[in-house]
């Protein structure tokens, strides 16, 4: 007689994969229980805006080309972040992260990660118009664009450059390659773009572009961030209030995780702004994020004031896993907050653009 033994089930190759990803996988946890899942790089510290808040008229010494990380360079290491580390969403920012010439390459090799990552932009949109399908198509799905002025007298006292068509066009061909969310960062300053909050709202309604306002934080090369000077979130909510009304969104409260943004909706209607109050009302406690600098050093904070060197290792030949374990190593270091707060803060030595905002 014969004995039928079950056919043995095959495990689906998805399946294999996911498990086999957890056996490798490390966790960027640190001392307080956050894990880092989100990964901001910054693929260049050039910029071609000069933004008062972040650079001075005339830049920055640039980093040398040669500490500059290759785009094959960058794609090992986020490789790193995401298959052995636990990282779900890679942000490229800089600088300006369209001055990289083979952006959509970089965007597509990283798409084509298992599992992949999601993708998103920080951008000031120039170039962006003759960009924002082809990098869509390369996978990228969300995109953050950084609109202080509608008025392009403004634009030029605030950028020293007169690209606000150029940045209004990014905008338009962001929103009509299907790029979704489509968000709009403003930082106002006092006494130059300040009392447009309201007109940028307005705009940012009827464009249906998600608008958020960020407090100015003392990052920039010129150390002249002054507390009594900064727009505070309850400032910025004061002046929106002063033409409509604006209601604590309970569901944004019940769900908001590790984002930034305090929601606000505008009452009437089903449109709901963003404050995010990185200096008045700290988010430190949820931050799930961790930065690359194009020359590979790792930061646990925009306000560290260490970094951990991965090009050198990379560059010298490491493993993928001593390079992951040194990756695990400067998380594990990361302090509970930014410390603007404190009276001993100390500004970090490399500006906003630099570390990648
Ligand atoms: N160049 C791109 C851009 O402007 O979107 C990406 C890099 S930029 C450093 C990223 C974001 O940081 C921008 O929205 C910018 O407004 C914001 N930012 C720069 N310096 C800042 C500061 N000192 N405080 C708050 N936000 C700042
Ligand atoms: Fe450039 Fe962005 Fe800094 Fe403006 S905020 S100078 S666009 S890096």
């Known amino acids: 007689m014969t004995t039928l033994l079950p056919f043995p089930r095959l495990r689906s190759s998805a399946s294999a994969h996911a498990e086999s990803v957890k056996r490798n996988q490390l966790a960027l946890a640190d001392a307080y229980g956050r894990v880092a899942t989100d990964l901001r790089v910054s693929l260049t510290d050039r910029c071609n805006l000069r933004c008062a808040y972040c650079m001075p008229p005339e830049g920055l010494d640039w980093l040398p080309g040669a500490d500059v990380l290759t785009d094959e360079e960058m794609v090992r290491l986020i490789t790193i972040g995401v298959k052995r580390l636990g990282i779900t969403t890679v942000r490229l920012t800089g600088g300006e992260p369209l001055l990289r010439k083979n952006l959509e390459l970089l965007v597509a ?80 300053m006092r006494g130059i773009n300040d009392h447009e909050a309201f007109d940028l709202l307005r705009w940012a309604m009827s464009e249906q572009v998600q608008l958020r306002f960020i407090e100015q934080m003392p990052l920039d ?40 943004a305090e929601l606000f909706r505008v009452a009437g209607t089903g449109y709901s702004v963003g404050i995010i109050a990185s200096v008045s009302k700290p988010f430190c406690g949820a931050c799930d994020r961790v930065r690359l600098t194009a020359d590979g050093q790792i930061r646990n904070c925009l306000f560290a004031r260490t970094e951990s060197d991965l090009r050198t290792p990379l560059r010298s030949g490491a493993s993928e896993e001593e390079i992951a374990d040194r990756w695990v190593a400067a998380v594990a270091s990361k302090q509970p907050g930014h410390g603007i707060n404190d009276p001993s803060f100390l500004q970090p030595d490399r500006p906003m653009s630099a570390i990648g905002g």
């Open 221 to 260: 090369p010129q150390h002249g961030w002054k507390r009594d000077e900064m727009i505070t979130a309850d400032e910025i909510r004061q002046r929106l209030s002063r033409h409509v009304e604006l209601v604590e969104d309970p569901e944004d409260a019940r769900t908001r995780g590790s984002a930034p």
């Open 109 to 188: 090799d990283i798409a084509a990660l298992s599992p992949a990552p999601e993708i998103a932009l920080t951008t000031n949109g120039i170039g962006l118009a003759a960009r924002a399908e082809k990098l869509a198509v390369a996978g990228l799905k969300r995109i953050n664009i950084s609109l202080d002025t509608l008025d392009p007298e403004t634009f030029v006292r605030l950028s020293r450059r007169r690209r606000l068509p150029d940045v209004l066009a990014g905008i338009a061909a962001a929103r009509a390659a299907g790029l979704n969310p489509v968000k709009i960062n403003t930082v106002l």
